[in-house]
C-alpha cells in the first residue's frame, strides 16, 4: 500500500504546528505564555445573541436537521446586511447561501467549481485555506505575490498572461489575512473588468469588513456595476460578532457559484444547528452598536502593540484593519527565517506570533502577531520583547549563538 493518500501528499507539514508544540511544552514547564498566534476573538458574544440561542435551543423542534442552504430568515438577514452596509440588494433565495464559518464555503466551492489540472490564481501570503482548498480539491495553484512591496493587479494580469491553461478563477482578499492591507473600490472596478474580459471568476474573501481603523469602511466587490456576472463573496459572523466558535459565515453574489456550492454542499451536510442559526440572525438583524465596540477594543490593542514593539525597537507598519500586524522580522534576525525567528520570539520573550511562512512564500521574513489579548497582556507581551530585542533576558547567549550559526546568514 502507499505510504500516503493523494491529496494528503498534496498537503505540507503544517508549519505553525513547530510553534503550537514550543507553546505547549512551555505551559507546561509553568510558564507564563502570551498567545498572540492565532486570530481567535477572546471577548464575549454580545448578550443579545447569546440570549436568543438560550431561547431557541429551549424549542425540541430546532434539534431536528436543518437546511444545508441556511434558514430562509437567516438568508434574508445577511441579504438585508448587504443592502444597508454596501447598497446591494441580494435574492436570498438564489444569491445567498449560509455557510458553516467562511472556510468551510470556500473549500467546498473549491470542490465545486474546479477540476484536476485547472489553475487558481491565489495571493501570496495568504490565509491558508485560500490556497489548499484548491489543492486539496486536485487544481493547480498559481500564487500571486501580494505583500505590502506588491502591486497585486499588475502581478495577477502577469499570471494570466504566463499561465496555460487560463486561470479558471482568482481568490482576493481584503482587509487581508496575514498582511491588513485594504483596498479601494477603484482597485476592485479594475479586476472586475480584467477578470469580465478574460473569463476568470473572483472569490473575495470579506471576513474582516467590520474590523477597520481609519474611519472607511472597506467595500465589497459586488458594489461594482457587472461584479455579480463573475464574482462571489465570503464573510463570516466570527470576528464581526466574536461568534468563531459558532461557525456560521456566507457566500454571495453569482448564482451560478452559489448553486454549484449549494449542489456540493446538499451532499455534505445539513447546514448549522438551527438554534445557532436563529441566533446569527439576530445578530444581523439587532442591534449593531456591539461591531462599533469590538471595532474600537481592536484599536485600542492595536495602538498598545504598536507603540509598545516601537519603543521596543521594532518599527512595524501600523495596520488598517484586521484583528492582525504583519511586522517584518528585524534586521538582525532576518537570516534565521520567520520560523526559526517566532521560535525565538516564544523561548526568549513568552510571546507566540505566527511565522509569514506559513502563510505562503513571499510570506517569509514576517510574523503576523494577533490582537487577541488585553491592553494589559499586550504591554506585558512589548516589555518582553524588548528584552529579548535588548539582550537583557537570561537565554541572550543562547541568543547570539543561533543568529551566528544561522544556516541562512
Request: with cysteine; proline share 7%; net charge positive.
Amino acid at each position: 500500500m502507499p505510504e500516503d493518500f493523494y491529496r494528503i501528499k498534496r498537503l505540507p507539514p503544517y508549519v505553525f504546528a513547530e510553534v503550537n508544540a514550543l507553546k505547549a511544552k512551555a505551559r507546561a514547564a509553568g510558564r507564563d505564555v502570551i498567545d498572540l498566534g492565532m486570530g481567535n476573538p477572546d471577548g464575549a458574544t454580545p448578550r443579545h445573541i447569546v440570549d436568543k440561542l438560550v431561547e431557541a435551543v429551549q424549542n425540541p423542534r430546532a434539534h431536528g436537521y436543518s437546511a444545508s442552504r441556511g434558514i430562509a430568515g437567516l438568508r434574508r438577514a445577511q441579504a438585508g446586511y448587504y443592502g444597508r452596509r454596501f447598497g446591494v440588494e441580494l435574492d436570498p433565495e438564489s444569491e445567498v447561501i449560509v455557510t458553516l464559518g467562511s472556510k468551510e464555503g470556500l473549500a467546498n466551492l473549491a470542490q465545486a467549481i474546479t477540476a484536476p489540472g485547472d489553475v487558481v490564481l491565489v495571493p501570496s501570503p495568504c490565509y491558508p485555506i485560500h490556497a489548499f482548498g484548491f489543492i486539496i480539491a486536485g487544481a493547480t495553484v498559481r500564487y500571486v505575490p501580494a505583500g505590502p512591496e506588491n502591486d497585486f493587479l499588475d502581478e495577477m494580469k502577469k499570471a494570466v498572461a504566463d499561465s496555460s491553461p487560463k486561470p479558471v478563477a482568482v481568490v482576493l482578499n481584503y482587509p487581508a489575512n496575514p498582511t491588513a492591507q485594504v483596498v479601494d473600490l477603484d482597485f476592485y472596478s479594475k479586476v472586475v473588468a480584467f477578470c469580465r474580459e478574460h473569463g476568470i471568476y473572483i472569490l473575495s474573501d470579506v471576513a474582516y469588513a467590520e474590523i477597520y481603523f481609519d474611519g472607511n469602511p472597506p467595500p465589497s466587490i459586488l458594489q461594482v456595476p457587472g461584479a455579480r456576472d463573475i464574482a462571489v463573496e465570503f464573510s463570516s459572523l466570527s470576528k464581526t460578532y466574536n461568534m468563531a466558535g459558532w461557525r456560521i459565515g456566507f457566500a454571495v453574489g453569482n448564482k451560478r457559484l452559489i448553486a454549484a456550492l449549494a449542489r456540493v454542499k446538499s451532499y455534505l451536510d445539513y447546514g448549522a444547528f438551527t438554534p445557532i442559526q436563529v441566533a446569527a440572525t439576530a445578530a444581523l438583524n439587532g442591534p449593531q452598536d456591539c461591531i462599533a465596540e469590538i471595532r474600537e477594543r481592536y484599536r485600542l490593542r492595536r495602538d498598545v502593540l504598536v507603540d509598545g514593539l516601537h519603543q521596543a525597537g521594532w518599527e512595524i507598519p501600523v495596520p488598517p484593519a484586521t484583528m492582525f500586524a504583519w511586522a517584518p522580522v528585524p534586521e538582525r534576525f532576518r537570516s534565521l527565517g520567520s520560523l526559526e525567528f517566532s521560535k525565538l520570539l516564544l523561548e526568549e520573550a513568552n510571546v507566540a506570533a505566527s511565522p509569514g511562512v506559513g502563510f505562503g512564500e513571499h510570506g517569509e521574513n514576517y510574523v503576523r502577531i494577533a490582537i487577541v489579548e488585553n491592553r494589559h497582556r499586550l504591554r506585558q507581551a512589548t516589555r518582553n520583547i524588548k528584552q529579548f530585542l535588548s539582550g537583557r533576558n537570561s537565554g541572550g547567549g543562547k541568543l547570539r549563538e543561533r543568529v551566528v550559526a544561522s544556516p541562512n546568514r
